[in-house]
């Protein structure tokens, strides 16, 4: 041949090893519940209303009663790897069903546990059936520089046969040889992953060992519908639940023609900084029509081939995230806002039943140790000029008088008797009451900022007042260790006994007595509830 001339030559074939199988079923489908999932769908593609799967150790064999296959559809339909044909139906021809297998390679998901599977399968009362067993593969005829055994030379037995009277069109596969690495295979994984991936329903049922496989349900105390179109990547449609109990494992499921694609997700959200474990309430399926590959032809696939995913750089995909990103940080915004409220409720209501329990204690501790003394009570270290003990007349509201100082004798200037401390107290709702040392107080709950002090006594005031500062962590804490009486009764009681003495030693002389003598009292509780309760 001259020299710049060019002679063709027999065209080019591909050659495929028969260790595609591999890359296709052992690698994408290695999963038993993944792998049988995928068999499933052939059968929802079908137009089955009902399959079957019997697991046993050594086989698993996956019915449904869909249209069957017949020798054409067995040559040009299922022995076409990667083939769109079933795309190319718009809808089923019974149940109308978008079908949801699209890779043409699922039908190989079987010999990802197997080495050996046998498909029997019956259309217009004629029964076909092949095996392809992987023993038998691997002895066909080799090629290349490693003699690989090439998959298009290798022949699969294929049969015809006659099924019995009035049989129903479908298919059946059969497993055996079941792969070492599988291990134990479990019905309730199975059930679980069909549950969450596959779309079941009144049309669609799938009983695995005798158990119908059923959609999971969560108890929602809300639910979020989710419905808005993306320039990007289209219509976005399902609906957000907010469980009632935290999930084992919470997110949000997407699909694509009502079959699930890759895990649940909480897509951009930092879940691991969000208060209360929030996260773990939200669950929710969503479908994005966007994603579907015929949506437009040529264009570069949304959906990973495995199905475990999306492709995260694709433009829909990152539209599609970003929109879920924002709605999910509402969600989360609204859930924290909510524990929150309840939780300051709830601290509120434990602390103010501490008040008043605080409240009884520290007025049975003063009336034991401190006897009547006449119109008041000496308190200790506190001293007039002269070094008599201080005592405390008894207070009457602002713009009343004391006896013999008014207009009238005991009365105001409008002839209505002033209104005592104790009068206003005891009308006074949420609030504890107390008399210590002669001085009646009301004892309530603000909100003074966390770094203010737990409690505060404000003797100035008329009447006295007490506040319980519930702003302070130590409440908060208190309530998260269950010891909200004990931290309430040393708070009041320190504030107290700072206010009623001069020096340190004579304050923790004084709050160490009232807490020995609360403790008494609670002992005293638990042994009357106890005997309570036992007798």
């Known amino acids: ?38 068999l499933v769908v052939n ?37 076409f790897l990667g083939s769109a044909q079933k795309r190319a139906i718009k809808r089923t021809p019974i149940y109308h069903r978008l079908p949801i297998g699209d890779k043409g390679i699922g039908k190989l998901a079987g010999l990802g546990i197997a080495n050996r599977m046998e498909v029997r399968t019956i259309k217009d009362g004629t029964g076909y059936a092949f095996q392809i067993d992987r023993d038998h593969l691997e002895g066909c005829e080799r090629r290349g520089k490693l003699k690989e055994a090439v998959l298009d030379r290798a022949p699969i037995p294929f049969s015809r046969f006659s099924p019995p009277a009035g049989a129903a069109p479908g298919t059946t596969v059969i497993l055996t040889n079941i792969r070492r690495e599988v291990g134990h295979m479990e019905q309730e994984k199975v059930l679980a992953h069909l549950a969450r991936e596959i779309p079941l329903g009144p049309d669609f049922r799938v009983v695995v060992n005798g158990v119908v496989c059923r959609p999971t ?5 809300r ?67 966007g994603f579907d590959p015929e949506e437009s032809e040529g264009a570069a696939a949304v959906i990973k081939t495995d199905r475990e995913g999306f492709v995260e750089t694709h433009p829909k995909y990152r539209a599609y995230s970003e929109a879920m990103t924002k709605l999910l940080h509402e969600i989360f915004r609204e859930l924290e ?14 602390v103010d039943e501490a008040i008043k329990r605080a409240a009884e204690d520290l007025a049975a501790y003063d009336k034991l140790r401190r006897p009547p003394v006449g119109a008041g009570a000496g308190l200790p270290g506190r001293r007039d000029p002269n070094g008599i003990p201080l005592r405390h007349h008894k207070y009457l509201l602002p713009g009343t008088h004391r006896d ?3 207009g009238n004798g005991d009365r105001p200037a409008n002839g209505k008797k002033p209104a005592t401390v104790e009068e206003v107290i005891e009308a006074t709702l949420g609030s504890g009451r107390l008399r210590f040392n002669d001085v009646p107080y009301i004892i309530r709950q ?74 008494g009292r609670m002992k005293e509780r638990k042994a009357a509830k106890e005997a309570g309760v036992t007798g």
């Open 223 to 289: 639910v979020v519908p989710v419905d808005f179109r993306d320039p990007v990547c289209g219509w976005v449609v399902g609906s957000i639940r907010i469980a009632k109990t935290r999930l084992a494992k919470g997110g949000v499921l997407t699909t694509v023609r009502g079959r699930v694609v890759g895990p649940p997700s909480y897509f951009g959200v930092n879940v691991s900084s969000l208060r209360h474990n929030v996260a773990s309430l939200v669950t929710g399926t969503v479908e994005v029509t």
């Open 1 to 38: 041949m001259k020299e710049g001339q060019e002679q063709s030559l027999k065209a080019l074939r591909f050659l495929v090893a028969t260790r595609i199988l591999d890359h296709i079923g052992v690698s994408m489908y290695s999963q038993y519940p993944k792998a049988i999932a995928e």
């Open 446 to 519: 603000d909100n003074l900022g966390e770094l203010r002090p737990e409690c505060q006594v404000r003797r100035e005031e008329h009447p006295a007042v007490i506040l319980v500062n519930i702003d302070h962590p130590a409440y908060g804490q208190a309530v998260e260790e269950r010891c909200v009486h004990v931290t309430v009764f040393r708070a009041i009681a320190g504030a107290l006994a700072a206010t009623e003495t001069d020096s340190s030693k004579d304050m923790y002389d004084y709050l160490d007595d009232m807490i020995r003598f609360q403790a």
């Open 404 to 406: 013999g100082e008014s």
């Open 337 to 350: 806002k909510e524990y929150d409220d309840k939780r300051e409720a709830d601290k509120k209501a434990k």
């Open 43 to 79: 059968e929802y593609d079908a137009d089955a209303n009902y399959v079957t799967v019997d697991i046993k150790p050594s086989t698993v064999v996956i019915s449904g009663n869909g249209s069957g296959m017949d020798e054409k559809d067995v040559r040009e339909g299922y022995m």
């Open 217 to 221: 349900h969560v108890d929602a105390k």
